[in-house]
């Protein structure tokens, strides 16, 4: 594959390119690889669009050096006829990847398709993968399985597997936290040792071979491989592929006193893996940026939109730990919270950046105006308000006498506050929230909100400051890390006290994991809450916890309904 370069961070930081731009030459495809080639970590498509599609894929030299020549071969489902078919001829410049954009395919069609890695002594065959192009014009449903935080420490990914058995899936929507940068003395890093999962690196990754390395280990799982194997992918980025509460110039978990270096560059060589390693399609051939937000167009039923509320446009994030940190008296807890809240509140925060809102409010605007029913946000975090409710009060003494967690102590006085309690999602950029809420109503979208991040799942009905509701939203839980569930104990209510002190949370399972399954027709938006029993053993039970759905009503969208 082509190599790419890097170039500072552009003066426009807010456009969010990190230029790596091809610039170099491909290297030049030879006769045969002399050395041994493995396909070790499965196959892949995704960006799927009615006429093409991205597949990828890794070759593993096990021995010998070199670049590497690549056949790739789709066919129609049951066909042995090519429909395409290209090589592509990767190097260690790309970490031995491979993509190839599949074109001239039929729009609304099931296809197969492999790979064939030519050795000096024979070629090498992949795996078979499953895929399918988006319909162009039709009525039928979509069935979209949505799903985020997948932290190979914390356990399985059962999950994933039960995914790969959905039938009938046009396409998984992964929000992202796909991998976890921490090492083995970090967040999961306990409960891997007694699963014997440790992360690869052991060490949090900072530099490209840690990023690559961590992407290799992830694909290595055979749940994950299955589900990629499965149906196309339409990805998107949240901060763990980068590193913990990221924003445009910095991150919580970025520390340059500590010799990770410049932020820029360090996002910029995460983004640089991500592209390797994912079934993503650039933007703009050979270069490599923040700015992937991209529309995806299922007939007339739904165009989902795939946003970056992480890299590009994102406003530096406040957390209520390091805003209360030292406040000792009531009147200096006032004080910070009171300043803190103003500070939430301007205008100019922004989760998307000026570009991405415009753009955003052109596709909303394009899509209802091209007669699709639904507008889709597959967007990292939770829109809805969102607050705790007062545990000083509904904790009995031997439910506070259970809790364990340091940090859960400390959160039980700030829940008396009644403030909203995760500045890091939607509710700590009201404005840019209401500002999306404008372009809904200007152009009567039916808003469907992707979420993912919190680990626990939701079903919400959003509405603007006016109380007016502009749309509903369907928060996934995670694949294996921990919800809020595992860390307060003694509480088996605990979503249900929380649904019950904000109004826009209908359903809330701060325990489960799993995955969404969203169906959409030109009628209905229909979430179902797929469960599995544990993480902890190859063994478990798939279950739903719970189905929700919401219908058009008059240039908008009804109240979520129990299924």
Same mark, same amino acid.
Request: glycine share 10%.
């Given at each position: ?80 006829? @090519? ?6 001829? +990767? ?66 990914f059962n999950a994933y597997r039960e995914m790969a058995s959905e039938p009938g899936l046009d396409a998984v929507v992964h929000l992202g ?24 690196? @052991? ?45 445009? +110039? ?41 700015? /992937? ?114 940090? /859960? ?11 909203p309690w995760n500045l890091d999602a939607w509710d700590g950029y009201p404005a840019a929230r209401e500002r999306l809420y404008a372009s ?36 996934? +839980? ?13 509480? @088996? ?63 908008? /969208? ?6």
């Amino acid at each position: 594959m082509v190599q790419v370069t890097r170039r500072r961070l552009l003066g426009g930081a807010a456009l969010g390119s990190l230029g790596l731009a091809a610039c170099q030459t491909a290297p030049k495809a030879a006769a045969g690889f002399s050395g041994e080639l493995a396909f070790l970590h499965g196959v892949a498509s995704g960006d799927p669009l009615p006429g093409s599609i991205i597949l990828w894929t890794r070759v593993t030299p096990l021995s010998g050096s070199g670049p590497v020549t690549v056949a790739w071969d789709i066919f129609e489902a049951g066909s042995e006829t @090519p429909a395409a078919s290209g090589e592509v001829v +990767t190097s260690e410049a790309a970490d031995y990847t491979v993509k190839a954009d599949a074109t001239g395919l039929k729009a609304g069609t099931a296809y197969t398709y492999r790979f064939k890695a030519k050795a000096a002594d024979g070629d090498v065959l992949s795996p078979e993968g499953r895929t399918r192009t988006p319909s162009a014009d039709t009525t039928a449903p979509v069935k979209l399985a949505v799903a985020s935080c997948a932290n190979w420490q914390f356990g399985l990914f059962n999950a994933y597997r039960e995914m790969a058995s959905e039938p009938g899936l046009d396409a998984v929507v992964h929000l992202g936290d796909y991998m976890y940068e921490y090492g083995t003395d970090g967040y999961g890093g306990d409960v891997a040792q007694k699963l014997g999962r440790p992360h690869d690196p @052991p060490t949090e990754i900072v530099s490209l071979s840690d990023y690559r390395r961590r992407h290799a280990q992830y694909k290595t799982d055979p749940d994950l491989q299955a589900a990629h194997a499965a149906a196309p992918w339409i990805c998107t980025w949240d901060d763990h592929e980068s590193a913990n509460d990221s924003y445009r +110039t910095g991150a919580e978990n970025h520390n340059p006193d500590k010799g990770e270096g410049e932020w820029s560059d360090r996002k910029m060589r995460a983004l640089q893996a991500y592209f390797e390693w994912m079934p993503i399609r650039e933007p703009k051939s050979g270069e490599i940026t923040s700015a /992937v937000w991209r529309t995806f167009r299922f007939g007339n039923v739904a165009t989902v939109h795939a946003l970056d509320t992480r890299l590009t446009g994102r406003s530096e994030t406040f957390g209520w730990g390091d805003a209360l940190a030292g406040a000792s008296t009531q009147e200096e807890i006032g004080a910070r919270v009171m300043a803190t809240m103003q500070r939430v509140a301007d205008p100019a925060r922004t989760m998307l950046g000026a570009e991405q809102e415009a753009w955003l409010a052109a596709e909303l605007k394009a899509s209802v105006q091209s007669g699709a029913a639904w507008q889709v946000l597959a967007n990292q975090v939770i829109m809805a308000k969102n607050k705790l409710p007062d545990f000083t009060k509904i904790m009995t003494e031997e439910q506070k006498a259970a809790q364990e967690r340091p940090e /859960v102590l400390a959160m039980l006085p700030f829940t008396a506050l009644g403030l909203p309690w995760n500045l890091d999602a939607w509710d700590g950029y009201p404005a840019a929230r209401e500002r999306l809420y404008a372009s809904v109503a200007e152009t009567g979208a039916a808003l469907v909100t992707l979420a993912g991040d919190t680990h626990t799942a939701y079903a919400n009905e959003l509405h603007d400051a006016g109380g007016i509701r502009r749309g509903v939203e369907f928060g996934c +839980t995670s694949i294996s890390s921990p919800g809020m569930g595992e860390y307060v104990k003694a509480m @088996p209510d605990l979503g249900a006290q929380i649904a019950d002190v904000n109004p826009e949370i209908v359903w809330h399972d701060p325990f489960s994991h799993g995955y969404t399954l969203v169906t959409l027709t030109r009628e209905s938006a229909r979430a179902d809450f797929r469960t599995v029993s544990t993480i902890y053993s190859p063994d478990y039970t798939p279950g739903t916890a719970a189905s929700f759905a919401a219908a058009i009503d008059k240039g908008g /969208v009804t109240q979520l309904s129990p299924v």
